[in-house]
Nanobody
Framework: QVQLVESGGGLVQAGGSLRLSCTAS????????MGWFRQAPGKEREGVSC????????YYADSVKGRFTISRDNAQNMLYLQMNSLKPEDTAMYYC???????????????WGQGTQVTVSS
């Protein structure tokens, strides 16, 4: 059974930083691309960033480029998202996902975590 468990969310002031983590189990981690998505109340789920199995390539949404960094540790089955210079508009539930296609489209991803809440106050 595949499990993706996110952690590291919380309440932070604008301009602050958070580091999200995702622990994966039940799958061969380095067979999968991994991604971070977010969903704010009343909005569709949007792609934030994704990374290939080898970390050779990564995509970022325009809204987070230069502020967020995705990384993974295949030896530990871990995915990370370092978020700097956070803005109130980054407030959302953040989800970890695993799939076979590197894409910022949520429909391309097979497995999902339950999410971790990030709230950025102004």
């Amino acid at each position: 059974q595949v499990q993706l468990v996110e952690s590291g969310g919380g309440l932070v002031q604008a301009g602050g930083s958070l580091r999200l983590s995702c622990t994966a189990s039940g799958l061969t981690f380095d067979d999968y691309a991994m991604g971070w998505f977010r969903q704010a109340p009343g909005k569709e789920r949007e792609g934030v960033s994704c990374i290939t199995w080898s970390s050779s390539e990564a995509y970022y949404a325009d809204s987070v480029k230069g502020r967020f960094t995705i990384s993974r540790d295949n030896a530990q089955n871990m995915l990370y998202l370092q978020m700097n210079s956070l803005k109130p508009e980054d407030t959302a539930m953040y989800y970890c996902a695993a799939g076979k296609t590197l894409s910022l489209s949520a429909s391309e991803w097979r497995y999902w975590g339950q999410g971790t809440q990030v709230t950025v106050s102004s």
